[in-house]
């Protein structure tokens, strides 16, 4: 792991290069769990809770009816049928948002609609589909298959004391619904990362230079663009730290403006073959170097290591490699950072829908459409044309199909592994 890039160049994959299984630890264990604080769960979504949450009030806060129709004493409806009804005087009358006027006298029945309280002693609501309500201040059952059903019980949801966040949950719309219904409005989680995100090369332009892309003399920056847009689907905050031009001093000042940041993403400038300026300035700064390459397809070179204490991640420069790379290794990094209790994403299984050949010295993260089949897994397929730079193999993907180092064939209808890449629904 000590030696220079300049190793690499003799052999690939070279003998010190890093499974992705063993640089993925080494990263998660340089990565410690941000401060607390306490927010507004409205702004929330995607945090991790930080401080488990006890319910301060009943759901529901009283035994109600999940029907529209009557509540009954079983008895006085009993051998209730088409044949045989049971007309029964009606004695209260409950919409929502009322109380019942007192226990349910018996041989009476009280019109309940869904949600409001039940009164005391009815066994259960009969659905107004039961019924015949025409004679005047009485109600005709037809059938007592309800007599004892219908009520949702005082609690039966949550009870005051029950635990109803944990540490490590996601803040999820329904985590936010569980909380308003509790009448909470603020909660208790790790704070998002701030990651600085900063791009090399001369080649480079941004939006204020569009003109020179146009033209056919420079790229645009899109590494910076889709980098941060994966920051925010992770629930972390990207800081924008622009363009370092091949300068050193560009580099460093740069750098110096993620002070306040958790850790920092730079794409290109760092890897085997790069301008000596970036990591010259790198180790200025005094960069821990952890790794520097990783046997995986695309994004093999992959540096890593603590720039200030902080996790700094050198991407590869090709768009696929940086965008693949932080599936694969940042993602996880920032849930952890944020909180989550399993920094890994679920993978999905899914079954290949053609044979796919690969090379067996690296792992490779091929790029995948998901289609559903019925009743049986989804189908996966690669999305055309694999290399690093075609941007377009990763946006139309759903996500990464896992071909671990050993494997140089998955055939046909062979189940396989799926890192989802998520994005599409925030
Ligand atoms: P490098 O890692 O500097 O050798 O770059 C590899 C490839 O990625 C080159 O074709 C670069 O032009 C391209 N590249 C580097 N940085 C970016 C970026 N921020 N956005 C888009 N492409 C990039
Ligand atoms: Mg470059």
């Not at 920032?334 to 989550?340: D, E, L, N, P």
């Not at 796919?356 to 995948?368: E, K």
């Not at 941007?391 to 064939?409: I, N, Q, Y």
């Not at 055939?411 to 925030?426: C, E, N, Q, R, S």
Request: proline share 7%.
């Amino acid at each position: 792991m000590s030696a220079g890039p300049a190793a690499g160049r003799e052999r690939f994959p070279a003998a010190d290069w890093l499974g992705w299984r063993d640089a993925l630890d080494q990263i998660l264990s340089r990565c410690e769990a941000l401060p607390t604080e306490r927010v507004e769960a409205s702004g929330a979504l995607g945090a991790a809770v930080a401080e488990d949450v006890k319910a301060a009030v009943f759901h529901p806060p009283w035994d109600n009816s999940a029907m529209d129709g009557f509540a009954v004493h079983a008895e006085d409806v009993r051998g209730a049928t088409a044949d045989n009804p049971i007309t029964l005087p009606i004695s209260d009358d409950i919409p929502a948002g009322c109380f019942p006027s007192g226990p349910l006298p018996r041989g009476t029945v009280a019109r309940v609609m869904t949600g409001a309280p039940v009164p005391e002693g009815a066994t259960g609501v009969v659905r107004v589909e039961h019924t015949d309500d025409s004679r005047n201040g009485e109600i005709t059952f037809f059938q007592e298959s309800d007599a004892k059903r219908n009520i949702r019980r005082r609690g039966e949801d949550i009870q005051a004391g029950d635990t109803v966040l944990r540490v490590g949950d996601p803040v999820t719309p329904a985590a936010i619904g569980v909380l308003a219904m509790q009448g909470m409005r603020n909660l208790v989680v790790r704070r998002r990362p701030r990651v600085g995100v900063m791009s090399n090369g001369n080649e480079l332009a941004d939006f204020d230079e569009v003109a020179e892309v146009r033209a056919g003399r420079r790229i645009m920056n899109s590494n910076g663009h889709a980098l941060a847009a994966q920051l925010v689907t992770a629930g972390a905050e990207p800081v924008m730290l622009g363009i370092a031009r091949d300068d050193a001093e560009d580099v460093r000042r740069r750098l110096e403006r993620a002070a306040d940041c958790d850790a920092v993403i730079s794409s290109a400038g760092v890897s085997v073959g790069d301008h000596d300026q970036v990591k010259a300035a790198l180790d200025d700064m005094g960069m821990q170097r952890v790794f520097w390459r990783v046997r995986i397809r695309p994004g093999s070179p992959l540096t890593f290591g603590l720039l200030g204490g902080r996790p700094f991640w050198g991407l590869p420069g090709n768009p696929v490699s940086a965008m693949v790379t932080f599936e694969v290794f940042l993602r996880p990094a920032i849930r952890k950072m944020a909180g989550h209790r399993e920094p890994e994403v679920p993978r999905i299984r899914a079954r290949a829908r053609k044979a796919i050949s690969s090379s067996a010295d690296l792992t490779h993260f091929y790029r995948v459409t998901l289609s559903r089949v019925a009743g049986d897994l989804p189908e996966v397929e690669l999305t055309g044309p694999q290399g690093s730079g075609i941007l377009t193999s990763m946006s139309a993907a759903d996500g990464l199909l896992v071909v671990p180092e050993g494997v140089s064939e998955i055939p046909a209808g062979a189940i396989v592994d799926v890192i989802p890449i998520p994005g599409d629904w925030l």
